[in-house]
């Protein structure tokens, strides 16, 4: 589904720096993977799983902007770079292949320069936001005698998904005390991750004052696409796993009508669009205990407290619970 | 019984005993109040497992009997959607209209049971069947729930234990598994045990105390150590 028409990066909203490191002089083979390529965000070194969080996201962000710095000092000047996007890059010809999107092409150095600076955009490495690239290479490539015979230097692998999840049907709230129970069909897609609950009052403000944390993209920026228009990150109310069918929304007022959504999020933190709407509105109610008062039962409630209990047997059972502890290890020696 | 236990201990060796059971329970709460039924109108009229295990000691005392000494640790919980107060105090003019918060109950019946075992049977017929009865002092715990997890009373009820029924003796009818069991792990005893079980658990007749008695039916399974 798409999000979003990205375009190139407008405003710099975010800016990562990816480094190569390497000792190369040749084409020697670079260690694939990890310290070749190290992808920072604001500085901040990003884990494989969160760049692929990072980077699904920020692909869907209208204007995110990426700087890439390369270093490239251990390539030969004569030959020239390129940075690409895609899967399986070079073909069996050791040409670009026309799948991937080149990001940057150029001499590996200018002047005493030994990195180089591609602007480019979340976007652009992701490709477009529509449907599902799960698996892509960031990957530089050299051609050493300038004639587009092409070599893999090193690549960062990366994982996208930009498609919504199923949203989850059949939602009902039921009221009870200072509280309502979800209970809902999931969503049928295989990468749903977990469910949150959306409720509002009835007046659309959220409902509760310290809400859990949002886990989708609550950025609001969807270029355009309004088909989402409906989720806030402060409407947050619970929060479900993947394979519940009911969750308990509690920190609500009795007497106050709430509206109540669910939405699917799946492991990329897309959120599925708004589930139908149920509404409920929590009211005292009446447990086992209120029940049995009203029935005329006496019994003291107020704590663990032993009552009537001649001689104590809780302590009875402690001195018991001891003695046959001795006793046994006694007779297991 | 501490004096006895320990008289016995001093004079003879005992065996170790461990095992779980699972009793049909149901807490009698309807039977203490003057009026309606409670537990019935929440939870239903069915009954539910109350799980535990036992372990203690046995004498051999005479040459076809027993006594034992045994601590039991059990639970029993249910939980069922709460009425809606309709404000009037009485749900049940409303229709007894479930809400969408959980009531539950949590009963934690603890006891000490001093018994007898006769191991004639087995000894001289051959019969792997061993009677038993055993009875001592009880306390169950219990805990009553609101929707959202709250707690919406707690206290404990004290009283008896009785429990009488029959152990099956199983490694008797199998000897090759018997002397590997009892080489390997010292395991001198598999049996199975059906019994039935009274719980006497209402503070001993007093008003303050939740009525929590029940006769039920018991099965588990023992190993003699």
Known sequence: MLWCPCGTGVALAHRVRLIAVSSLLTLAPWAAGADVIVLKDEGRLLSASERETWLNRARCVCGTALSVELDLSALDSRGRAALVAGKSCITSDRRISDSCRTLWSGAPASGDSTTHTVQTSADEIAGDCSGVDSSLDLALIFDASDDDQWSAVTSLPLGVDTERPAAPTGVKAVAGEGLAEIAFSGSDDTDVSRYQVLCTTAAGEAALSDPPAASFDASGDRCGDTSDEGIRATWVCAEASEGSASVTVTGLRDHQSYRFWVVAIDGHQNPSLLSNVSTATPAPEEDLWERYQRSGGTADGSGCSSVGAPGGSGVILLVLTGLLVSIGRRGGR | ?225
């Open chain 2, 1 to 225: 019984m501490i004096a006895l236990s320990l008289a016995l201990a001093l004079v003879t060796q005992p065996a170790l005993i461990a095992g779980f059971d699972i009793s049909v329970y149901r807490p009698g709460i309807d039977r203490s109040v003057p009026a309606g039924t409670p537990y019935a109108d929440l939870f239903g009229t069915g009954r539910g497992p109350l799980v535990g295990g036992h372990f203690g000691i046995s004498w051999p005392i005479l040459t076809d009997l027993a006594l034992t000494a045994q601590l039991s640790l059990t639970h029993f919980g249910d939980s069922a959607y709460a009425f809606v107060d309709d404000g009037a105090g009485d749900a049940a003019s409303a229709g007894n209209k479930r809400s969408g918060g959980k009531t539950s109950i949590d009963i934690f019946p603890i006891s000490a049971l001093i018994g007898a075992r006769y191991t004639g049977l087995w000894k001289r017929l051959r019969v792997p069947l061993i009677p038993f009865a055993e009875g001592g002092p009880a306390h169950g715990i219990w805990l009553i729930g609101k929707g959202g997890g709250a707690e919406a009373a707690s206290g404990s009820s004290t009283g008896l234990a009785l429990r009488a029924g029959l152990l099956v003796e199983l490694l008797g009818l199998e000897p090759h598994a018997s002397r590997k069991l009892g080489e390997e792990f010292g395991v001198r005893s598999v049996a199975l045990e059906a019994s039935v079980l009274h719980l006497w658990l209402n503070g001993f007749g007093s008003a303050a105390s939740l009525e929590l008695s029940d006769t039920a039916w018991s099965f588990g399974l023992e190993l003699g150590f």
